[in-house]
């Protein structure tokens, strides 16, 4: 039943413009035809920029998850039968690359501002580096 409404509007935008420049001329007609473009592209526009959100809601979405996992791996790495371990590490390295690399497609294509964040992370990380090295160096 939607169809057939959206052909009967169809059907009725086109005999109305088809009405118009019969009763009233060509200008008239042409100022009818204007409106309905002008129509057309506003409604084009504003899905455009519902698809455009809808996408950067994704991709933040696949950040968050990406940097939960993140941490996950840097959890399981901190555990002391799996501290050193170069396979982790790898892994790790492999996600925080995944996760620049993200970061890098918002910035490219969203207006988001994540340097901030980054200078957060590493800031939290030279923390995390300087209290490993605290801890490893013994007291004389």
Partial sequence: MNQMNKYIL????VLNGILLMAVTGV???????????NLVLAWFSV???????????DLDEIMNKTDLFVNHLE?????????GDETLMALIDHSKQ???????????YFDVDVVEEQEQ?????????????????APA
């Avoid at 959890?75 to 501290?83: C, P």
């Avoid at 995944?98 to 490219?108: A, M, S, T, W």
Wanted: proline share 2%.
């Fill in 10 to 13: 169809y059907v009725s935008v």
């Fill in 27 to 37: 200008l008239p007609f042409l100022l009818y035809l204007s409106i309905i473009i």
């Fill in 47 to 57: 899905k455009c920029i519902k698809d455009s959100s809808d996408v950067e809601e």
């Fill in 75 to 83: 959890d399981i790495y901190e555990l002391e039968m799996f501290y």
């Fill in 98 to 108: 995944l996760v620049n690399e993200f970061i890098e497609l918002q910035v490219k």
């Fill in 121 to 137: 992370q590493e800031e939290q990380e030279e923390q995390e580096g300087q209290d490993g090295r605290e801890d490893d160096v």
